[in-house]
Structure formats: structure tokens, C-alpha cells
């Protein structure tokens, strides 16, 4: 499966600080091998039927949506900010 970002997930995705941008390269390479990775703490958010929330540490979230052949990853950044508007 191949990984579409969002316009807002790449703004995000700019705003952080290089070491968490390097946590999250880090953490795309175990999404991509097993999305269920226990690093990765990936559970659906509720109240949607296709999100999903995964974790990058304790403190910043990145949220994708699974489709046929793609994942869509929608926004990136601290778990509160992200969680307000997934």
C-alpha cells in the first residue's frame, strides 16, 4: 500500500522539530511493515468510521485513514492538537 498525505498533514508535518520529524520517519518504517507494531498504539478514534490515531511517542499522534490501495494520512503533531480536528 502506498501513503497519500493531506495539505494539512504536511503543514503539520513542517511545523515539527526535526527530531520528532525523525521519530516519525522512523516510526513510517514499522507502519508500513505491520500498521498493528505495539510502538505504534494504532486504535480507531471514535465517532468516525474510517479514522485511525497511532502514536509517535507519549506526546505526538499522527491520525491516516485505510483505504483500497492507499493510506491516507490526515494530520501529524501533539496529541491534543491532533485529536481537536482529526
Given at each position: 500500500m502506498?501513503?497519500?498525505r493531506t495539505d494539512s498533514f504536511k503543514k503539520d508535518y513542517q511545523q515539527l522539530s526535526l527530531q520528532v520529524q525523525q521519530m516519525f520517519?522512523?516510526?513510517i518504517g514499522l507502519f508500513m511493515e505491520n500498521?498493528?507494531?505495539p510502538s505504534l498504539r494504532v486504535k480507531k478514534m471514535q465517532g468516525y468510521e474510517n479514522r485511525?490515531?497511532?502514536s509517535i511517542n507519549m506526546f505526538?499522534?499522527?491520525?491516516f485513514e485505510i483505504h483500497n490501495d492507499y493510506?491516507?494520512?490526515r494530520r501529524i503533531g501533539p496529541h491534543d492538537d491532533v485529536l481537536k480536528n482529526p
Open positions: 502506498r501513503i497519500v520517519d522512523r516510526k500498521r498493528n507494531h485511525w490515531e497511532a505526538y499522534r499522527f491520525t493510506y491516507l494520512f
